[in-house]
């Protein structure tokens, strides 16, 4: 067994890092002696203490996790065969073990020097990466440069965390035809984690380690481990009698049905409309969609207002988020406000697909699935968003909730096109005709007495009939078809 105290390259910002990380003294590293044995380009006169990459293992408040730190002190924290072994290595330990693994990262990139060698190293990680998604969580955090194939490999995992000043990229800004760091910094923690979509949360170094330590203790250790759960202190029936004023801002309502008002948000700032994020119910971590129409900040002010409308980015985020909580047993919970999709040329390119993307990831989905209908829920924007149609278990709707086709005053103009264009009083007919499709077609209590809702329920009981639902389908088992996997 190694020693138990780091090697003193850890003793570099890249130990530090580790042990920020973890639960104090627990940290033991594995592979301390190893350096490159690559003796061209004089590598021998290099010092590659534990070849740029400190490995190991230790706990998050007593949960087991494997880590690798990239130490930039040695060789710019470059990628050489040895380097790559060593991170292979924890990944097959993690995986024989079910435990996380979480990467600290500040690279360069591969090693020139090595080559071909390095090249192979990074494919081996690749592979073991690529064995591990859906076993394991990873998780990594850019802390300094991430580029090239290493920004692959933050890809592949789960989640990604993003230092401030942090650089992530495959290709530098520089390198990119017509453009420079001053006209867009395409590496930039700002660019990566609102356009690019790739960066999960953004902070200071200390903030990025305390949330990650949050997120392991909320997540389950592997894809069968059940021991997620916590003590819920917080009452089980508590009414949250403001509820409802949350509707636009479905991260707000989020948290106020949450144990302990617990919300852990994931990609804020990748098309904020639609929210994605990690609440406790109960004590049971449960991963939650929603659909959003305004940001309120801290001090409760309007920020910001969006349309109630999937968008291709949305799609893309609430279907990546999705296919995670399937694979590892976490539970959906979805609060739907949409009226149809996004209408806009940049949109139309990609919204077919990644709205399909999003019908197949909840209808693939076979754990316990729980919506909740709590504004408009309209046309096949509303089925792809967890409906009962596609597969949820139970759906709830607030007394006020819209389901239907489309809002009531187009539909009559579409149907009663030539009535309206007769009439003396065209707005009162609309008005009329609109009040009784309303009640016939679009409200909450005609898609209930067509078993399209399982309930009408008051907004401030939501928290306790949601809990209630989830308790219910804790034993649910679903058989999906014999094949390999699907396609979309």
Avoid at 127 to 148: H, K, M, R
Avoid at 225 to 238: H, T
């Amino acid at each position: 067994m190694e020693d138990s105290k780091m090697s003193n390259s850890a003793q570099t910002l890249s130990g530090k890092r580790i042990e920020s990380l973890l639960d104090d003294n627990s940290f033991v590293e594995v592979g301390s002696y190893v350096t490159a044995r690559n003796t061209d380009f004089n590598m021998t006169a290099q010092e590659t203490a534990a070849d740029g990459v400190i490995t190991g293992y230790g706990t998050i408040e007593g949960n087991l996790v494997y880590v690798y730190s990239q130490d930039a002190s040695v060789m710019g924290g470059s990628i050489g065969e040895m380097h790559a072994k060593k991170i292979s290595g924890i990944y097959k330990m993690a995986m024989k073990m079910g435990a996380p693994v979480i990467g600290l990262l500040d690279c360069s990139g591969l090693r020139l020097q090595e080559a071909t060698d390095a090249l192979d190293g990074f494919g081996q990680m690749y592979l073991e990466q690529t064995l591990a998604s859906g076993v394991i969580p990873q998780i990594c955090a850019v802390f300094g440069n991430c580029g090239g194939g290493m920004a692959v490999s933050s890809a592949i995992a789960d989640f990604v965390f993003m230092a401030e000043d942090g650089k992530l990229f495959v290709n530098s800004p520089n390198a990119l035809a017509g453009n420079d760091v001053s006209k867009c910094d395409t590496a930039s923690a700002k660019f990566q984690s609102e356009e690019a979509g790739l960066v999960d949360m953004v902070g200071s170094e200390d903030e990025i380690l305390g949330q990650i330590r949050t997120l392991v203790s909320i997540l389950p250790a592997n894809n069968e481990d059940d021991m997620s759960y916590d003590e819920c202190e917080d009452d089980l029936n508590r009414v949250c009698a403001d509820l409802a004023g949350w509707t636009g801002d479905t991260a707000k309502a989020l948290a106020e049905i949450s144990d302990n008002y617990f919300f852990m948000e994931v990609k804020k700032e990748y098309d904020p409309s639609m929210v994605t994020g990690f609440i406790r119910l109960n004590g049971t971590t449960v991963g939650c969609v929603a659909n959003r129409t305004e940001i309120y900040n801290e001090e409760n002010e309007k920020t910001e207002e969006f349309d109630a409308a999937l968008s291709a980015r949305g799609c893309e985020k609430a279907a990546e988020f999705v296919n995670f909580c399937n694979a590892f047993n976490i539970p959906l919970l979805t609060l739907v406000n949409v009226k149809g999709y996004k209408q806009c040329t940049c949109t139309e390119k990609k919204i077919a697909k990644a709205a399909g993307r999003l019908t197949y990831a909840f209808a693939n989905a076979d754990v316990a699935k729980v919506t909740v209908v709590i504004g408009e829920a309209f046309g096949s924007a509303y089925v792809t968003m967890n409906s009962k149609s596609i597969g949820a278990d139970i759906v709830y709707a607030w007394p006020q909730a819209k389901i239907g086709m489309m809002d009531a005053q187009s539909a009559v103009k579409i149907m009663y096109s030539e009535e309206i264009e007769k009439s003396e009083n065209a707005a009162a007919l609309i008005s009329e005709k609109a009040a009784e499709y309303e009640k016939l077609q679009s409200s909450a209590q005609a898609a209930a007495r067509r078993g399209y809702v399982d309930d009408i329920i008051e907004a401030g009981e939501t928290r306790k009939r949601v809990i209630a639902a989830f308790e219910m389908l804790f034993t649910k088992r679903e058989d999906r078809p014999s094949k390999k996997h699907g396609t979309v």
